[in-house]
């Protein structure tokens, strides 16, 4: 029998196997993994990025007969992580989880980025995406989306996780693309951004749907719209703001996937990506993900990870240069 457990370390947490039969990828593959690997999250616990790796690290574990440690380097619109990543060992043992804003969005928005997304990265194989979620306080006036208006002149207050974020850009999207006057209130992370809604600091985000969900399931947060196309598992009963008379905002969704440093042996690539998919095609990992708020990837079905990447990198780009944003 496997067991795995969980031990918190100096901001690191250890997913360790037992003893029990030699995963078939490892017999495969015969030398890699050889040793536990690395596994860095470049934003802080509790984000979408964090508890979407807590969920399929120890699945990966077990596929590859290793231990996993997630290590939180957040910092600088996880431009810290990322890079600590990319100069890493290009060895397999050193992972690292590419998002919208990590691969695409930070490209166009520092001026000074300490990594080349494209360069400096392989893209292995996509995990999964999320909507952000259109969200007012429960107890505000707006009611549906129509309701979303300014009040006695001003503008209409909205929050993200900070300047550049996919949650920053949407809102930008939706300013535009709605004509109403908006201004953006950057927070710390996502938890304080929810908050900001939740107490009725700012009048709306269009926050990720993992972070804000446990304040909708309390009542704390009203939904007046998704940016996907369907509603996610999670919130069967949220609706498009495509259907609203809003289209082109599916193409905001954040997106998530498993990166090394360029340069990773095939073998420990192949290996890797193998373990994922396994991991993907498990139906109790899938709801586990739609539970929390994502839509699980089908590898074998939405093609290569890394023509997606680069298409985002263009497209986001153009909407970094819409709303005007650059970091030093």
Known sequence: MKRREMLSLCGKSVIALGCGGLPAILRAQGRFPSKALTYVVAYTPGSANDILVRILAPELGTQLGQSIIVDNKPGAGGSIGMAAVAQSK????????????????????YKNLPYDPLRDFESVVKFASTANVLVVPA???????????PRDGKSLMFSSPGNGTTQHLAGVLF?????????????????????????????????????????????????????????????PQAVSLAEQGLPGFER???????????GTPDQARLALEQASVQVLGKQDVREKLEQAGYQPANPQSEGK????????VAFWADLVKQAGASID
Request: aromatic share 6%; charged share 15%.
């Open 252 to 262: 905001t969704e954040v997106w998530f996937g498993l990166v090394v440093p360029s």
């Open 175 to 235: 300013s535009s693309t709605t004509k109403l006057p908006t201004e953006h209130v950057p927070y710390r992370g996502p938890a304080e951004s929810v908050m900001a809604v939740a107490s009725g600091e700012v009048d709306f985000s269009l926050a990720s749907l993992p972070s804000a969900l446990a304040q909708i399931r309390a009542g704390r947060l009203r939904v007046l719209g998704c940016t996907s196309l369907k509603p996610p598992s999670s919130l």
């Open 90 to 109: 290009a060895d397999g043992y050193t992972l690292g989880l590419g998002s919208t804003a990590t691969m695409a969005i930070n490209r166009a928005l």
């Open 139 to 149: 107890g505000g006036p707006a009611k549906t989306l129509a309701d979303l208006k």
């Open 305 to 312: 990870f890394d023509p997606f990447v680069r298409e985002q």
